[in-house]
């Protein structure tokens, strides 16, 4: 396992295995800090994409077309968000989307809905979420690649050195048994 051990039975392959293990974890203490860098360049970069998106969006007019409701919340939120249904139309084209109201609100009312370029609903998009998730993810992602190539390596390294040692147990069994 000490593959700087001054033992003298420890064989030249049983060395290399060991520094191939002390490379294994220089890897994975290596990756953390890579992998927040790449998580926090993510967050940054998503942030600015969800910022784009909103200056570049435009405000509609739709209209309530059901009752409000208060959907289930997390233990972390502070009160309920009323949602409704509402219809909106622009340039000949038209869309139905949940949008966040107040608990008075009727079928009929007017609410203003946020649209990007394409027309779509830009909906509840906001840039430090999109961020924090797409570099949570990124982090996430590059860390797994570095462990599992980390294990990989380890596992492939000690399948040949296990190889290699059993073929030289063999082979000096062998010499012993010709001896005798």
């Known amino acids: 396992m000490a593959p700087w051990s001054a033992n003298p039975l420890l064989r030249r392959s049983d060395r290399c295995e060991g520094w191939i293990r ?42 309530v077309i059901q009752r409000p409701w208060a959907p289930q919340q997390s233990a972390a939120s502070t009160g309920p968000v009323w949602q409704t249904r509402a219809e909106w139309s622009r340039d000949g084209r038209s869309g139905i989307v949940d949008v966040d109201v107040a608990p008075n609100a009727e079928p009929g009312d ?34 797994d690649a570095i462990a599992a190539g980390t294990a990989v390596l380890l596992v492939v390294s000690n399948r040949v050195f296990g190889r290699y040692r059993r073929a030289a147990w063999d082979r000096e069994w062998r010499e012993l048994s010709d001896a005798a």
């Open 110 to 143: 007017r609410v203003p809905v946020l649209l990007a370029r394409d027309g779509t609903p830009v909906g509840d998009r906001s840039p430090s979420k999109a961020g924090f998730g797409c570099g949570i993810a990124a982090g996430m992602t590059l860390f």
């Open 22 to 63: 002390v490379l294994g974890i220089v890897l994975l203490v290596a990756a953390v800090p890579l992998a927040v860098w790449t998580g926090r360049n993510a967050d940054i970069q998503a942030g600015s994409r969800a910022r784009d998106e909103l200056r570049s969006a435009t405000v509609v007019s739709a209209v």
